[in-house]
């Protein structure tokens, strides 16, 4: 058993060290545990200008911003390590689904690269219509799917923080701001605002009441 342990750990190691390295494009420092939580959570740290803080990683280990994140309060930790840690203990048929729809943009992408390919040749413009539709829609089913996944995790780290230390972690993770205009467009697309969670939960709240009432 010893010697499956250390076979497992070092696989789940090796493999986020690789996926770092990547991904990021840097190395992966020693693992290391933080203690903004009620229970201790290993994290692999990483130094990055990237607008990622944290990522959960296929096998679930979780990839941790050093260099971004090493000046936040303990209430922003917090509300990133929710974050990722709803990510992680997500069901794995859904993040299986979110995984797949990877492939699907890359299809869409594909696609209306071919569509402005075929219309640069002459093609009928019904024709590269269909195919450009056809990978929008490819592309589009992705971001949905995206957006669900992060709308459910931040609305499962509203649940934990509630909403005055959730709005109090957004309002310093909001003064960092986003470098980038592709990365700006990026975020709007995926990533739900501060008050449309708190719609999001008002709105669960009240149909709670109705069946409680």
Request: contains cysteine; aromatic residues 8%.
């Given at each position: 058993m010893g010697y499956l342990h250390r076979l497992k750990r070092w696989l789940i190691v090796t493999f986020t060290n690789w996926f770092v390295r990547l991904t990021k494009r840097t190395k992966a420092e020693e693992p290391k545990t933080l203690n903004v939580l009620?229970?201790?959570?290993?994290?692999f740290p990483f130094s990055t200008n990237s607008h990622i803080l944290a990522q959960v990683t296929p096998i679930g280990t979780i990839?941790?911003?050093?260099?971004?994140?090493?000046?936040?309060?303990?209430?922003?930790?917090?509300?990133?390590?929710?974050?990722?840690?709803?990510?992680?203990?997500?069901?794995?048929?859904?993040?299986?689904?979110?995984?797949?729809?990877?492939?699907?943009?890359?299809?869409?992408?594909?696609?209306?690269?071919?569509?402005?390919?075929?219309?640069?040749?002459?093609?009928?413009?019904?024709?590269?219509?269909v195919v450009f539709a056809l990978g929008v829609l490819l592309i589009s089913v992705f971001i949905a799917a995206v957006r669900v996944d992060e709308t459910i995790a931040e609305y499962d780290a509203f649940r934990y923080l509630g909403e005055g230390k959730f709005i109090e972690a957004h309002?310093?993770?909001?003064?960092?701001?986003?470098?980038?205009?592709?990365?700006?467009?990026?975020?709007?697309?995926?990533?739900?605002t501060t008050d449309e969670i708190i719609t999001i939960h008002r709105g669960i709240q009240r149909i709670q009441s109705k069946f409680t009432a």
């Open positions: 009620n229970e201790p959570i290993e994290v990839l941790w911003n050093q260099s971004r994140t090493e000046d936040f309060s303990e209430t922003t930790k917090e509300c990133i390590l929710r974050h990722e840690l709803s990510h992680k203990k997500r069901n794995p048929i859904l993040r299986g689904l979110v995984y797949g729809t990877t492939m699907w943009c890359a299809g869409g992408l594909i696609t209306v690269g071919l569509s402005i390919g075929l219309l640069l040749e002459g093609a009928p413009l019904p024709a590269v219509g309002q310093e993770l909001s003064d960092v701001g986003e470098t980038g205009f592709l990365t700006r467009i990026w975020v709007r697309l995926v990533y739900p």
